[in-house]
Nanobody, 125 residues
Framework: QVQLAESGGGSVQAGASLRLSCAASGGTSGIGTMAWFRQAPGKEREFVGAFRYNGGRTYYADSVKGRFSIARDRANSAIDLQMNDLKPDDTATYYC??????????????????WGQGTQVTVSS
């Protein structure tokens, strides 16, 4: 059973940076994609970005392109989400997810099998 653990959330002012990390353990060989989603109060969970192990490519939501980036941390079986130029609209609980979605479904939360507990990111203006 895959377990995911996020870390690195916090409270910052607009324009600051944060780095989130998601460490995977337990049967990770079957994971094809690791992704980040976020959910703000009263809103649906939305796709932020993803890393596909087959090919090593990254994918991002339009709302974070150019500001957020995902990198693989091989040593710790983790992926990191570097968030720069944070905005108040980025305030949400950020979740790490893992699964084997086909490319056309990479932004669909329900496709992912495993989820972390979430980490809070709060950006003040």
């Amino acid at each position: 059973q895959v377990q995911l653990a996020e870390s690195g959330g916090g409270s910052v002012q607009a324009g600051a940076s944060l780095r989130l990390s998601c460490a995977a353990s337990g049967g990770t060989s079957g994971i094809g994609t690791m992704a980040w989603f976020r959910q703000a109060p009263g809103k649906e969970r939305e796709f932020v970005g993803a890393f596909r192990y087959n090919g090593g490519r990254t994918y991002y939501a339009d709302s974070v392109k150019g500001r957020f980036s995902i990198a693989r941390d091989r040593a710790n079986s983790a992926i990191d989400l570097q968030m720069n130029d944070l905005k108040p609209d980025d305030t949400a609980t950020y979740y790490c997810a893992a699964g084997r979605p086909i490319l056309s479904a990479i932004e669909t939360a329900s496709i992912y099998l495993y989820w972390g507990q979430g980490t809070q990111v709060t950006v003040s203006s």
